[in-house]
């Protein structure tokens, strides 16, 4: 295919995102190809938003009253834009360890993926648009795990059960934004969704399991159909899988659909994917 300025790598939870992630980036440096590899929880993600405040003007006033002895620092860790304020607060928790913790878990009230509806939607496409803009203009391939699938979907969906159609509508939308990138999406298909849970949940902590069942079940879309503990998360991740696999011939740029089966034959297929005529060693 003609050359690409961005690879999204989309799938459901333990159906490989990283590792294909990270081989892709390898392979193509390999070929001597710039790349940029942007994974799930990146704080400095060019995108999308991991761990970013969003604050309206009030808001902020509100918050320096709230923290008087922070407000120099609040306010020259502020990125104003229009009348409103980002705080990349996961980011300065990690910088400045003298945070007190209820500055963090205040900022936190305001994370972007928890605004309504609209003002997430607004934020992101905006972002989205700001990222393109940049990304056309240099001769990096950037390499994105879950932020343009799971991410919104998870969202709208998991979080504020908004309709499947306004969902789509966003998801398309962000499609369209990217179409100067020539991009193309890698989507890895575990089959069998209840398998692949299980296997995850007896390899990751338990609080994560705990985590991602409440997320799914106790609001959003999953609270309004009733559905409880892990059979309501299969159930979730069925109706998100079949969604996610709806929407890929309705891209306007390629996807490669790999099942859930033999790795080095998956890389194969990427490689074949990417460069037409190249070929991998299946050891990697």
């Known amino acids: 295919m003609t050359r690409t300025k961005l690879i999204l790598v989309e799938g459901l939870p333990g ?14 440096q390999e070929r001597g190809v710039d790349t940029a590899v942007f994974l799930e929880g990146d704080l400095n993600h060019p995108a999308d938003f991991e761990s970013v405040a969003y604050l309206d003007r009030q ?12 407000t120099a620092f609040l306010q020259n860790q502020a990125i104003q834009e229009g009348e409103g ?12 360890a003298h945070l007190p913790e209820s500055l963090i878990n205040a900022l936190a009230q305001y994370e972007i993926y928890e605004q309504p509806v ?29 932020c343009f699938l799971q991410n919104p979907l998870t969202m709208l969906l998991g979080r504020h059960d908004e309709p499947v159609q306004v969902a789509e509508a966003f998801i398309l939308e962000l499609a369209d934004v ?19 849970l299980s296997k995850i949940a007896g390899e990751r902590p338990s609080a994560w399991l705990d985590f991602v069942i409440a997320y799914h079940t106790q609001q959003g879309h999953g609270r309004a159909m009733g559905w409880q503990g892990f059979d309501g998360l299969v159930q979730f991740y069925e109706m998100r899988q079949a969604i996610e696999l709806g929407l890929l011939p309705r891209l ?30 299946t050891d990697l």
């Open 59 to 70: 808001e902020y006033v509100e918050l320096l009253a709230q923290f008087p002895a922070e």
């Open 118 to 146: 609209p003002t997430f939607q607004r934020l992101l496409r905006r972002r989205w648009h700001r990222f393109a803009d940049t990304a056309v203009t240099g001769d990096t391939t950037y390499i994105f795990e879950c």
């Open 15 to 28: 159906s490989g995102k990283t590792t294909t992630a990270v081989f892709i980036a390898n392979w193509l």
């Open 178 to 196: 990217v179409r100067g990138l020539r991009p193309c999406l890698i989507y890895l298909n575990p089959g069998d969704v209840r398998a692949i």
């Open 252 to 281: 306007p740029f390629p996807h490669l659909l790999l099942p859930y089966t033999d790795w080095a034959q998956n890389q194969a297929h990427i490689a074949r994917f990417l460069m037409p005529g190249e070929t991998v060693a």
């Open 85 to 96: 304020y980002f705080f990349r607060y996961r980011a300065l928790q990690q910088s400045y």
